[in-house]
């Protein structure tokens, strides 16, 4: 201790308009100095010092508790995200079958209904023949009549005398006096 003081005094000699001096002799500079002078920064700036530390020590905990509980809930919105990923990848697949199934009906139902006006539109064709033949048929039957006629008609003109004429008449009123008693 008494080296301590001597060094404050030898201090106190110094003359001011020397300035400053290396001083060689390793007892009586820095290393006490600095020993004193750490020595009271620890006895004094033991309890600041470790408030500091603490409150520091205690700040970054909570950092990283935060951090850990926003990783947590990020972790947690990450995993609902997926899910509903999930659903939503389900739900595509559903429409896309859904779709398929749908244009398959409707593929059917294009071609059954194809076939349908199909089938009408052959119908139709068949009955317009077979109206147009029963036309030309009936067309035939009327010129083979109309000719028939002329024929016996000729015939008749050329056969028939005022004899034979009145007999036909009279065999003809006949036949249909028996066609009303048959009737009546």
């Keep these: 201790m008494k080296k301590v003081i001597d060094s404050f005094v030898y201090l106190s000699y110094w003359p001011l308009a020397e300035g400053f001096g290396l001083n060689t002799n390793i007892l009586e500079t820095n290393i006490i100095n600095l020993s004193v002078v750490f020595g009271v920064l620890i006895f004094f700036g033991k309890g600041v010092l470790s408030n ?4 520091r020590k205690l700040k970054i905990c909570q950092t990283i508790q935060n ?3 926003l990783c947590n809930g990020a972790a947690d919105q990450l995993e609902k995200a997926r899910a509903r990923l999930r ?3 389900k739900r595509v697949n559903e429409i896309r079958k859904n779709g398929y199934l749908q244009i398959e009906e409707e593929k059917e139902n294009l071609i059954k209904a194809a076939s349908a006006n199909l089938k009408q539109l052959e119908d139709s064709k068949n009955e317009t023949v077979c109206f147009e033949q029963q036309i030309v048929i009936d067309q035939v039957r009327q010129q083979v009549s109309c000719q028939a006629l002329r024929n016996a008609l ?3 003109t050329n056969c028939l005398n005022n004899e034979l004429h009145l007999y036909i008449i009279d065999y003809n009123i006949d036949q249909l006096k028996d066609m009303k008693r048959i009737f009546d």
Aim: charged share 40%.
């Design 154 to 156: 000729i015939t008749l």
């Design 87 to 89: 659903d939503v990848e």
């Design 52 to 55: 500091l530390l603490d409150n």
């Design 67 to 69: 951090s850990e509980d």
